[in-house]
Structures are given as C-alpha cells and as structure tokens.
C-alpha cells in the first residue's frame, strides 16, 4: 500500500511529476531535486499471531519380538529354578538395526540359595554311658560313680587311709577290680608315690618286678603300670594300675589283677571296660 493516493502531489509509485504527462511545450522548467528522487516504499504487514504446535504423544514402541520371548524365558527359568540354588539370568539389549527397536533393561532374577535356608536347630543330648557289652552290667556304685563290671562280681567296699576303696571281686577265677580316688596333683605323681614310698609302696612286695610302664606323656592325664609280686596269701599275681582324670576333674585309680597264669587279655579286658564306661555322678560322658 502507497503513503499517498495520487491527489496530493508527488507520486511515490515512479518517482515523477504528477503535470509532465499534457502540459504544451513550453519553456523547459526544471523539476525541484527532490521530485526525480527514488522513493522506497514502506509496508507493514498486519500482525499475525505465530501458530502453537499441538504436541501429540507418541506411543512407546512396542517391544521386538526377540525381547517379548526373552523376558518369557526369564520367567518359565525363576518359576523351575526355585529351590535349586541361586540362578542369575541376565537378558542383553536387542541388537537389531531396524528403526525404532526398542532396548530390554537388564534384569536379575534370584533364588533362594541352599545356604541361606534356615533348619530348625538341633540342640544334642547330652552324652550318656554306652550300654554294657555282653557278659558286663551297669552299677551304679553309692560311693559316686557309675561303671560297667562283669556279670556276678561281687562288690566290697572297705575304707582306705585317704578314701574309700571299692573292690568287684569274680568269685570263680581270683580276678579283681580296685576303685578308688586320689589325692594327688596327677596320675604320674601319684602312680610314683604308690610305687616307690618308703612305707607302703609296692615295689618292696616279694617278688616285685615291672612288666610294662606308659602314660600320655606326660602324665598329667593318665598313667599306667603293669607288674607281677608274690602274695602271701594267692600266690603269685599279675597286676595292671591305671591312674587317670575323670570328667570332673577327679584323680581315681582302677586296678585290675589275676592269677599270673591267667590268660593277660582276661586281666585287661574288665579293666578297659571300666575305663570307657566310668563316669563320676554329676558328669556328662562319652
């Protein structure tokens, strides 16, 4: 649109004079400077708002094929391997170059592993005396003590300078069983004392000679000696003295003796019997 309408001067459409087109010739007259000016002209175009795109959502890609069986297969591998262990399986990104394709996150399944399983706790009885082998019984001794003996011993008990003193006695072949606790600091200490004292050791008994010696060491769990004398009364006899701490801590001896022509198996067997089944009142044994 022009700035004037042609009917107040100048023409700003082709930069002339409006009188030049009919006007006679006459004597040339020459036009201001400013009517032979190239003239711009200005428009302004109407305001027009700017259009606000409408933003639509796209929906997610559906997952490929491929991804859809994975996560199937993940789910078939947690439901059967329950209970097995701990299973991991780990689906990888699709590797497809279609457009578009969608990528499978990670995922970690896990079972309960066997280790973390909890068990009702189990809390073990205590250790009793194993029951007697055949031809031996169980006594329960009053003196404080429970022990397995052989089938018709006789018991005896008789009152000795430091403790009472226990005696099962078979009445068909002279063999013996001795009990008794100790005063001592330890089996070997005590065995010595009992050998070797001045006044009452048996190494000054007629006859005396060593059969066999041996301890854990050193003697400060058990101790046993084996040897022979000649008795006043029974002839010559054999005799095992085993010293030893008992569950409770409590030093006892068991001796076990025999006629010296008697089978030796037959002097040790009541004494090894003894030994595995002796257990003071009070005490938990094996």
Sequence with gaps: MSGW?????????????AWTAEEPAQEPVTPPSWASAQTQTFSTPPYTSAPVPVLTPTPPSPAPPRARRLL???????????????????LIRDDSTATGAAQVPSVAVTTPSASTLTSPSVTPSPSATPSPSTGYRRAQDPVGYTLHVPDGWLRTQKQGEKAPVVH??????????Q???????????????AENDPGYGFAHQPGYQVLDRTSDGTGATWSELSYRYDDADNGPRQVIDHRFRAADGTLFAIRSS?????????????????????????????
Excluded: N
């Design 72 to 90: 199937l297969v993940l789910v078939a591998a947690a439901v059967f391997g329950a209970g097995v262990g701990t299973g991991v399986w780990y």
């Design 168 to 177: 099962y006695d078979s009445p068909a072949d002279g063999r013996s069983l």
């Design 179 to 193: 009990i008794f606790a100790l005063a001592e600091d330890t089996p070997a200490e005590s065995l010595d004392l």
């Design 5 to 17: 309408d042609g009917k107040h001067g100048p023409s700003e459409e082709r930069g002339q004079a």
């Design 258 to 286: 025999g006629p010296e022509d008697l089978d030796p198996d037959l002097v040790r067997a009541p004494l090894d019997m003894a030994l595995d089944s002796f257990c003071p009142a009070g005490s938990s044994c094996t």
